[in-house]
């Protein structure tokens, strides 16, 4: 009896051993640089504000139905500064360029989020604020040489008095002043800048609803865009709120909006689901000042809890009710 247990706690570590050494020889494999399945890279380490970052990368092995890659980008304090979606093409290779600035407002170490399915990646770069320009020296007139005289007979000549010299102008340093996101500086004073939607800086699209509704283009998605930008953006608290939301929100909405590719019938439920939602989303649209987006946002949010959740418990206890008192 004790041979067999010696013999079976031996077996049992031999292949620990060579588990282990499988591992081992895999992880360094990986290091020594064969190629990921999914990869990513910049042309650059460092950037600074006005800088074009080009992002690319390949897929080894393509899905048999299309399928972006989700690419975010994460500022040193954990706050999603931008996030994109993008088709590969035939071979698997995707690229597209972000503008370094914008809401890219804190030196640091950023990091570059791709997703594909469930393979996922990342890459980092560093981006510096600009600094204020070099100071402007006028130059100085060089001083012109004395021209000696004639000497005169018997008379020893006199060295004329050297031209005194101008002084040297101070430099003139052009005060820079650092705005952030959504302002910029007008004589000296940050100011809010008035522009049209760049969803590339503001944040990404709707993943779930896109893929509930199939397109980018249909009338829902284009009805959550616009109340996002022409609204919420435009405010502080929604501004705030958008921050908040796209923290949660995109940390879980590209295995879903996987999941409705996956399955048409999840995809159907998903969209009569959303319709309830957007209907009354389209309230926010009259919605211009700071009280008024406050308050209809509030009011929206009160009347989606009771839709989604209020009225379905109502209705729950309703039913246990009826079905209790008919025991």
Known sequence: MKMKLSGFLAFTLLSISILSFGLTGAVNAQSDGLTLPLSISTESSTYTAGNSIEISGSIQNLVEYDQPVVLMIVSPDGNIVTIQQISPDSSGNYSTTVKAGGTMNSNGEYEIRAQYGAQKITTTFNFISGDASEPVVEPVAPTPEPVAPTPEPVVEPVAPTPEPVAPTPEPVVEQVVNCGPGTESVNGVCQVVQTTTQESEEGGGCLIATAAYGSEMSPQVQLLREIRDNQLMNT????AFMSTFNNVYY??????????RDSP???EIVKVGLTPMISSLSLMEGANSESEVLGLGLSVIALNLGMYIA???????TVHQQIKSRK
């Open 236 to 239: 502080e608290s929604g501004s």
């Open 311 to 317: 009225a379905p418990a109502l209705i729950g206890i």
């Open 251 to 260: 940390s879980f909405s590209p295995a879903i909006a996987d999941m409705q």
């Open 265 to 267: 019938i999840l995809k």
